[in-house]
T-cell receptor, first 114, second 114 residues
Framework: DTEVTQTPKHLVMGMTNKKSLKCEQH?????MYWYKQKAKKPPELMFV???????INESVPSRFSPECPNSSLLNLHLHALQPEDSALYLC?????????????FGSGTQLSVL | AQSVTQPDIHITVSEGASLELRCNYS??????LFWYVQSPGQGLQLLLK??????LVQGIKGFEAEFKRSQSSFNLRKPSVHWSDAAEYFC????????????FGQGTELSVKP
């Protein structure tokens, strides 16, 4: 299994809603990432988890809250988002952050905030 | 400032023609270098990477890239483009000693004419 699975594929939420994005991999990878990608723009790094510990937070607003409950799962909890947070949210995994050989990306969650 | 630059926003080539996509980086020490491809609405797929050693790197789908330290460049090439190569191409770097921090260039959109 060489897949990174993200659910849901599409999400529409209001600014007062609380929702969560989920990412799962079963490749034994110990590094997991959240990226945000606006249309026609490159992915922007949000968070990096290494061995289930948050190792990089790229000054992301607190309305985004990551969680890594185990080595296979990565969640992104969303609360009180703004319309400008509408984007494609990509999850990725890799063997670990030191041996950055190859990142496997999921297909993303397309988020619309109304 | 540290950056990775893709000078061409959009390139159109005829099917069967050769292709070169440009990438320049500006970092004190040579970073790890990558090329990724993204089809519409999809995640990213790694084409090839350079860490050290042979400066001509072979990747998947017939792509290759050449690292030129003197020019701070890592250009992507393909001798004969297929219609299925139409996609967005991202050059990316992991700066030296910043394991886990994959940073993308602005991307080059490739269109292929029949």
């Amino acid at each position: 299994d060489t897949e990174v699975t993200q659910t849901p594929k599409h999400l529409v939420m209001g600014m007062t809603n609380k929702k969560s994005l989920k990412c799962e991999q079963h490749m034994g990878h110990r590094a997991m990432y959240w990226y945000k990608q606006k249309a026609k723009k490159p992915p922007e790094l949000m968070f990096v988890y290494s061995y289930e510990k948050l190792s990089i937070n790229e000054s992301v607003p607190s309305r985004f809250s990551p969680e890594c409950p185990n080595s296979s799962l990565l969640n992104l909890h969303l609360h009180a988002l703004q319309p400008e947070d509408s984007a494609l949210y990509l999850c990725a995994s890799g063997r670990d952050t030191e041996k950055l050989g190859k990142l496997f990306f999921g297909s993303g969650t397309q988020l619309s905030v109304l | 400032a540290q950056s990775v630059t893709q000078p061409d926003i959009h390139i159109t080539v005829s099917e069967g023609a050769s292709l070169e996509l440009r990438c320049n980086y500006s970092y004190g020490a040579t970073p790890y270098l990558f090329w990724y491809v993204q089809s519409p609405g999809q995640g990213l797929q790694l084409l090839l990477k350079y860490f050290s050693g042979d400066t001509l790197v072979q990747g998947i789908k017939g792509f290759e890239a050449e690292f030129k330290r003197s020019q701070s460049s890592f250009n992507l090439r393909k001798p004969s483009v297929h219609w299925s190569d139409a996609a967005e191409y991202f050059c990316a770097v992991v700066p030296y000693n910043q394991g886990g921090k994959l940073i993308f260039g602005q991307g080059t959109e490739l269109s292929v004419k029949p």
